[in-house]
T-cell receptor
Framework: DAGVIQSPRHEVTEMGQEVTLRCKPISGHDYLFWYRQTMMRGLELLIY????????DSGMPEDRFSAKMPNASFSTLKIQPSEPRDSAVYFC???????????FGQGTRLTVV | GEDVEQSLFLSVREGDSSVINCTYTDSSSTYLYWYKQEPGAGLQLLTYIFSNMDMKQDQRLTVLLNKKDKHLSLRIADTQTGDSAIYFCAEGGSQGNLIFGKGTKLSVKP
């Protein structure tokens, strides 16, 4: 397996534009997590899914953020409209049910200008 | 709520031992983890410890767990310049998620 795959690796967009980040988890993993990493706040859990169902979205900062998992092999995190303070590295991770390890993707570095 | 605290920076000389400390709040966590993040990369699991263990050793890495004090530490023996990275402590949340600390940036001087 190629691991967790995120795209794009880098995204630069203008304030007010819609941004969509994509994630392909490891095949067979039941859990999928979206994290955001900034210098100020460290690594924050935004939302996670179990068997494609959102379990906890309390970390989603605002209504501008939304996440979907239409099937077991794909998830999106959308920001609409984007703002400069959304600039961060966004990580997707997946894990087995009961596993002791979450596998992380390489992250998407988002810059909103 | 669940929270994980760790110091932000640690600087050591090559060949010395590094000790990174962490405290956590959720006593029901089954596993506690150490992740490593190199510049520009994602997080990689280094090691983990089951909550009913006191110590786990894996080559140059030693994890100590004091469950009473909710204190976790990672010791890296014979620290090398390649060990320079950010190290994250994490506890398993009550519903399968991971709660991370803010990370400790380890700098290794030659």
């Amino acid at each position: 397996d190629a691991g967790v795959i995120q795209s794009p690796r880098h995204e630069v967009t203008e304030m007010g534009q819609e941004v969509t980040l994509r994630c392909k988890p490891i095949s067979g993993h039941d859990y999928l997590f979206w994290y955001r990493q900034t210098m100020m706040r460290g690594l924050e859990l935004l939302i996670y899914f179990n068997n494609n169902v959102p379990i906890d979205d309390s970390g989603m900062p605002e209504d501008r953020f939304s996440a979907k998992m239409p099937n077991a092999s794909f998830s999106t995190l959308k920001i609409q409209p984007s703002e400069p303070r959304d600039s961060a590295v966004y990580f997707c991770a997946s894990s087995d049910r009961g596993a002791t390890e979450a596998f992380f993707g390489q992250g998407t570095r988002l810059t909103v200008v | 709520g669940e929270d994980v605290e760790q110091s932000l920076f640690l600087s050591v000389r090559e060949g010395d031992s590094s000790v990174i400390n962490c405290t956590y709040t959720d006593s029901s966590s089954t596993y506690l983890y150490w992740y490593k993040q190199e510049p520009g990369a994602g997080l990689q699991l280094l090691t983990y410890i089951f909550s009913n263990m006191d110590m786990k050793q894996d080559q140059r890495l030693t994890v100590l767990l004091n469950k009473k004090d909710k204190h976790l530490s990672l010791r890296i023996a014979d620290t090398q310049t390649g060990d320079s990275a950010i190290y994250f402590c994490a506890e398993g949340g009550s519903q399968g998620n991971l709660i991370f600390g803010k990370g400790t940036k380890l700098s290794v001087k030659p």
